[in-house]
C-alpha cells in the first residue's frame, strides 16, 4: 500500500488551460512539500504547507494543505510550456522519523 | 544548480564490477540522504546520515554501502548488482535532519545507474 496516492498520474493539456494536481493518504503529515522534476535533473522545491487548511500561493501556482493533513492538490492556472515536469509531493510524517515519503509523481505536460 | 553536486551522472557496470557514486555539497548541511527513483515506483529513501553517522538505513540490500567521510560528502559503494538495481540515485542533503518541520531538502541532479 503506497502512502501518498498521487492523481492523475499523467496529464496532458493546451497551454492556457487550468489544472489540479492531488496528493492524497490517509495518514496525517507533520508538513508536506510539492518538488519538481525535470528530466535529467533532481527535484527541486516548490513549496512547504506545515498547517491544515494552509494555502499557499507561487505565481500562477496555488498549493492547498487539507484540513487534516492528510492530502494536499496543486493547481495551476493558464498553464505554460515552462510547466512541464513530473509533479511530486513528499511528507513528514513526524515522531522523529527521518527523510520524507514521495508519492510516484503526476507526469505534466502542457503543449503549446 | 541546488548546491549538490552527484557524479558521476551516467554509469553502467556489469553485475561483478564495483563502482562507487559521488555527492559534494557545500551548504553547510548537517544531514545528507541516497534515494532511489525508479520508473513507476515512488522516490525510495536508502539511507540518512546526520553529523556523519548513519541514522537509518532502510532494509537496503548489503551490495549498497554508504559511506559518509565528512558532512560535505557522501558516497555509495556498489558491487555484485544485479539488473533490477538499475535506477536513477539521487542524494539530497537538509540542514538538519528533522524534515518534520518543513525543512527543505535540497537534491542532486542524479546518477542514472545500468547495471548490464
Known amino acids: 500500500t503506497q502512502l501518498l496516492e498521487q492523481s492523475p498520474q499523467f496529464l496532458s493539456i493546451q497551454e492556457g488551460e487550468n489544472l489540479t494536481v492531488y496528493c492524497n493518504s490517509s495518514s496525517v503529515f507533520s508538513s508536506l512539500q510539492w518538488y519538481r522534476q525535470e528530466p535529467g535533473e533532481g527535484p527541486v522545491l516548490l513549496v512547504t504547507v506545515v498547517t491544515g487548511g494552509e494555502v499557499k500561493k507561487l505565481k500562477r501556482l496555488t498549493f492547498q494543505f487539507g484540513d487534516a493533513r492528510k492530502d494536499s492538490s496543486l493547481h495551476i492556472t493558464a498553464a505554460q510550456p515552462g510547466d512541464t515536469g513530473l509533479y511530486l509531493c513528499a511528507g513528514a510524517i513526524g515522531g522523529g522519523a527521518d527523510g520524507l515519503t514521495f508519492g510516484k509523481g503526476t507526469h505534466l505536460i502542457i503543449q503549446p | 544548480e541546488t548546491g549538490v553536486t552527484q557524479t558521476p551522472r551516467h554509469l553502467v557496470m556489469g553485475m561483478t564490477n564495483k563502482k562507487s557514486l559521488k555527492c559534494e555539497q557545500h551548504l553547510g548541511h548537517n544531514a545528507m540522504y541516497w534515494y532511489k527513483q525508479s520508473a513507476k515506483k515512488p522516490l525510495e529513501l536508502m539511507f540518512v546520515y546526520s553529523l556523519e553517522e548513519r541514522v537509518e538505513n532502510n532494509s537496503v540490500p548489503s551490495r549498497f554501502s554508504p559511506e559518509c567521510p565528512n558532512s560535505s560528502h557522501l558516497f555509495l559503494h556498489l558491487h555484485t548488482l544485479q539488473p533490477e538495481d538499475s535506477a536513477l540515485y539521487l542524494c539530497?542533503?537538509?540542514?538538519?535532519?528533522?524534515?518534520?518541520?518543513?525543512?527543505?531538502?535540497?537534491f542532486g541532479q542524479g546518477t542514472r545507474l545500468t547495471v548490464v
Open positions: 539530497a542533503s537538509s540542514l538538519n535532519r528533522w524534515v518534520r518541520d518543513g525543512t527543505e531538502a535540497f
